[in-house]
């Protein structure tokens, strides 16, 4: 769990990256992984609960794309159910893993150093092994064929909406994200970005290595910014804090003569 999120292994584009590899078609991986990745991109746990499961629905949902062949966008279709269901899987582990919080409270009242530490770093992975992993190794083992097959024996109609769909969710994912950045101070970069993109023609690189430059120069010149050299950004603060520019002089200057005196 700590090298899921501190490392962000459950994202669909590192499963891109790791299905890719494993399967021997890294550019197919990442394809996948980055298509199923933008309709997850705004997605917040908000006191704990996901609405979707992005690990469940980027691991398996690029590997089964991956063995069926299928488009992208017709895998971020796939990945969608499977990222609800993932939900489930979710729920199940929260509700049974108290078991070994509460065996771990009687062993640290009993003083068993070792008791605690089995409870939380073994026996506490028994339920995700359950309700993760066995369900994922027989989709994958067993149902990539069966898969394949299925998506072969589709209608073009209902393939040609998967794939609309699949092309919808980036949007989707995208408005999410838009509607936790949507600040006036962050306005200028997203003009900025979409100048780039729209006339420009410069692809997601070029962008994001601007973007970046952008964000530095916003960061350290600004004058909420981070500690810099530079003494402008100081003396803004203080007549903000003082409340206009020649108070914090003539306040010290007071105060001399009222030494002096």
């Known amino acids: ?11 669909p584009l590192v499963a891109g990256l790791i299905d890719g590899l494993l399967l021997g078609q890294l ?3 990442l394809q996948v992984g980055a298509t199923i990745q933008m309709a997850y991109i705004g997605l917040l746990a908000v006191g704990g609960t996901l609405p979707n499961e992005m690990a469940i629905a980027g691991y398996l949902g690029v590997a ?3 063995m069926s062949g299928s488009s992208a966008a017709t895998g ?5 159910p499977l ?3 993932g939900v489930l899987c979710q729920n199940a582990k929260m509700a049974l893993n108290p078991i070994w919080v509460h065996r771990a409270d009687t062993y640290a009242a009993a003083g068993d150093v070792r008791g605690v530490r089995r409870m939380n770093l073994f026996a506490s992975q028994i339920v995700p092994f359950i309700t993760y992993f066995i369900p994922a190794f027989l989709c994958v083992y067993f149902g990539g064929h069966y898969f394949a097959a299925f998506m072969a024996a589709l209608p ?6 998967l794939m609309l769909i699949g092309k919808m969710m980036p949007a989707l994912g995208l408005a999410m994200l838009m509607q936790v950045l949507a600040k ?6 997203i003009l900025i970005g979409f100048a780039l993109a729209a006339y420009l023609k410069l692809d ?9 430059g952008l964000a530095l120069l916003h960061y350290y010149y600004m004058p909420q910014g981070g500690q810099h050299d530079g003494t402008n950004a100081k003396k803004s603060l203080v007549r903000k804090r003082c409340g206009r520019p020649g108070l914090h002089g003539s306040l010290g200057a007071r105060s001399a003569t009222t030494t002096s005196g």
Not at 1 to 11: C, K, L, Q
Not at 156 to 161: C, L, P, Y
């Open 1 to 11: 769990m700590w090298s899921r999120w501190a490392f962000y292994f459950g994202a």
């Open 27 to 29: 550019t197919y991986g």
């Open 64 to 66: 089964m794309t991956m």
């Open 76 to 80: 971020l279709a796939i990945a969608t």
């Open 83 to 85: 990222g609800l269901l």
């Open 156 to 161: 073009v109609q209902i393939t040609n909406i």
């Open 184 to 189: 006036k101070s962050t306005i200028p970069f």
């Open 204 to 212: 997601v690189m070029a962008i994001a290595i601007i973007g970046t």
